[in-house]
């Protein structure tokens, strides 16, 4: 039996892709599963490690509202108490632990930013668990029998704790920890498919292996590609300055997709939308274009999407009237603020444009402001004391008067 179409797309890798000791396929599962009438219990773990969602997210989501479009049941766990531990997967360091309130405020945004996504609204479709609903109450006992499912030479076989052994880099005991409480999550909702990037394969085995000591029929690991950020080389990531943010205005979402590399725009439409690449028209600025436009509708709505696109449009042509949009002047973020905090407005403005128009204090920026004369993106900026984070700004143009544009780098 095949997979269908949509549970192959922009698939990286579903593991185990032959029959199991269970003699199970995912796709005779999936079969098994209709005839029952039993739909599958699909589990996706979110670490509440920031307060915001990023469209590299987005791509297992996406995959995980598939599954309840065809009738399955999302389990979203909302990992408040492994982000106190913090997933090791790709880390050279050790991560600093989140207190309890960190983490709570966190999860606090992450549901709502989901809700352009998910189907929030079909009974039996969603299911939302925090595991510390479990692994609170875990006793010593049962911690170590856990520990005695696996062995060292196991967990250091994981990439990157072998990597930090190797380099001498610390690593320390409770880190050990955080895959096998990933893997008991599966257990306690019984889950029938894992899903995870790349990078989390050895967290999705360890679930499978659980199961199997708890006497479960165990998950199957499916695993998405992991993003390339708006630079067009590096993963998204927020620390990068490459990101694009689902609490982003339509606006400031479509100015950035448009500005993509060439090089990831069959990946983005792949990956954050339903259409087929070759769908898209063969210049590669309009197939800039025509992804971005799709993204923005699949995050936005389609209305919105194209008000961002028009609002787009108009702001690139303004700035040189006839020129091209590339002949925009950049302007290097670095050099104006160290990004410890978010920047105000004012001091944003006076920063940029004090030697080319003529914003020579801080007054005279805040006075500019509170007079409408200051755009991002299109949008008035009218409150001097607004204050704007890195990934707010790389990539967007502001704007002062009707003459006086630049870029932001950073």
């Excluded at 909302?78 to 880390?91: E, L």
């Excluded at 019984?190 to 679930?207: C, I, P, R, S």
């Excluded at 954050?272 to 070759?278: E, W």
């Amino acid at each position: 039996m095949t997979l269908p179409s949509w549970l192959e797309r922009g698939l990286a890798d579903l593991f185990p892709n032959a029959a199991d000791h269970h003699n199970q396929t995912l796709s005779t599962r999936l079969a098994a599963a209709q005839k029952a009438h039993r739909p599958l219990r699909v589990k996706l773990g979110i670490d509440p490690t920031a307060s915001s969602i990023h469209l590299g997210h987005t791509i297992l989501y996406r995959k995980l509202r598939a599954f309840q479009d065809a009738g399955h049941t999302a389990v979203v766990i909302i990992g408040d108490f492994t982000a106190r531990i913090g997933d090791p997967t790709g880390k050279s360091a050790t991560r600093p632990q989140l207190s309890v309130q960190e983490v709570e405020e966190n999860a606090g945004t992450y549901l709502e930013q989901l809700r352009s996504i998910l189907d929030f609204v079909t009974p039996g479709r969603l299911e939302i668990q925090h595991n510390s609903t479990w692994l609170a109450k875990l006793d010593l006992t049962q911690v170590i029998g856990l520990l005695g499912t696996t062995t060292v030479g196991q967990v250091l076989a994981k990439e990157d704790f072998a990597q930090r052994y190797g380099q001498g880099s610390p690593i320390a005991l409770h880190e050990f920890l955080y895959p096998l409480l990933q893997g008991y999550d599966s257990v306690m909702v019984k889950a029938d498919v894992e899903l995870g990037g790349t990078d989390q394969k050895f967290n999705v085995a360890m679930g499978r292996d659980l199961q199997r000591h708890f006497g479960q029929p165990p998950q199957f690991g499916l695993l998405m590609p992991i993003l390339t950020g708006t630079d067009g080389v590096q993963k998204m990531s927020k620390s990068l300055g490459n990101t694009i943010g689902l609490q982003e205005d339509p606006l400031t979402t479509y100015s950035k997709l448009e500005k993509v590399a060439d090089v990831v725009v069959d990946d983005y439409t792949t990956l954050l939308t339903d259409l087929d690449p070759a769908a898209l028209p063969k210049d590669p600025r309009q197939r800039q274009k025509a992804m971005a436009l799709e993204v923005t509708a699949c995050l936005h709505g389609r209305e919105a999407a194209q008000r961002a696109q028009a609002a787009a449009a108009s702001l690139v042509m303004t700035p040189q009237s006839s020129a091209a949009a590339a002949q925009v002047p950049e302007t290097r973020l670095g050099p104006i603020w160290n990004w410890a905090t978010p920047i105000p407005a004012y001091q944003l403005l006076h920063g940029v444009f004090q030697a080319k128009a003529g914003v020579n204090s801080a007054s005279e920026a805040r006075r500019r402001i509170q007079g409408g004369a200051l755009r991002l993106d299109g949008e008035k900026i009218t409150d001097p004391k607004r204050a704007f984070a890195k990934d707010e700004l790389v990539g967007k143009v502001l704007q002062l008067g009707k003459k006086t544009f630049c870029r932001l780098i950073a």
